[in-house]
T-cell receptor, first 110, second 114 residues
Framework: RKEVEQDPGPFNVPEGATVAFNCTYS??????FFWYRQDCRKEPKLLMS???SGNEDGRFTAQLNRASQYISLLIRDSKLSDSATYLC???????????FGRGTQLTVWP | GAGVSQSPSNKVTEKGKDVELRCDPI?????LYWYRQSLGQGLEFLIY????????KSGLPSDRFSAERTGGSVSTLTIQRTQQEDSAVYLC????????????FGAGTRLSVL
């Protein structure tokens, strides 16, 4: 079983839509969780960390469900500039190692 | 800028040649990672350096791949006898260390093996 599994999409939504991405992880001992964003032909960049209580950054909300080993990212009021691939990232069994999901592709159309 | 720096940004080589890719991490970051990303694919972990500890080489795909990190800073990824399937973007990332593991990526080296 892979360390991190994501729905690859693609998700195609109109501007202003709300869209949600999910991922599951296999290591129940993981302590660190992140969402990264990768634009086409660019390097991944940290979007936000994910905390146990859930956290929000503007239009972005991340949730963690430890019991189900499930992470989500909600994007409200989608903008054209949100078009990218979103990577679910989880700390692995080796200290310091992060495991990256394959990413979920989002396209926001006008 | 104080980000992760990689060179060259693009490298075209002939099959069978050796290549060296360089990564200069963010100053003060003790952890350094190499990944490979083929077109349309996810990140493939290659190798991880943490301080003076022995590197985690578990992701290296074959013995043609090696990496070193001199003085705990700059790292070089070497691919010997390159093959066409080695063509990919090679990404380097660094982080403060095992307790602070947010990774910051360089812009990558795009390797094309003809």
């Amino acid at each position: 079983r892979k360390e991190v599994e994501q729905d690859p999409g693609p998700f195609n939504v109109p501007e202003g839509a709300t869209v949600a991405f999910n991922c599951t992880y296999s290591n129940s001992a993981s302590q660190s969780f992140f969402w990264y964003r990768q634009d086409c032909r660019k390097e991944p960049k940290l979007l936000m960390s994910v905390y146990s209580s859930g956290n929000e950054d503007g239009r972005f909300t991340a949730q963690l469900n430890r019991a189900s080993q499930y992470i989500s990212l909600l994007i409200r009021d989608s903008k054209l500039s949100d078009s990218a691939t979103y990577l679910c990232v989880v700390e692995g069994s080796t200290l310091g190692r992060l495991y990256f999901g394959r990413g979920t592709q989002l396209t926001v159309w006008p | 800028g104080a980000g992760v720096s990689q060179s060259p940004s693009n490298k075209v080589t002939e099959k069978g040649k050796d290549v060296e890719l360089r990564c200069d991490p963010i100053s003060g970051h003790t952890a350094l990672y190499w990944y490979r990303q083929s077109l349309g694919q996810g990140l493939e972990f290659l190798i991880y350096f943490q301080g003076n500890s022995a590197p985690d080489k578990s992701g290296l795909p074959s013995d043609r791949f090696s990496a070193e990190r001199t003085g705990g800073s700059v790292s070089t990824l070497t691919i010997q006898r390159t093959q066409q399937e080695d063509s990919a973007v090679y990404l380097c990332a660094s982080s403060l260390g095992s307790s602070q593991n947010i990774q910051y990526f360089g812009a990558g080296t795009r390797l094309s093996v003809l």
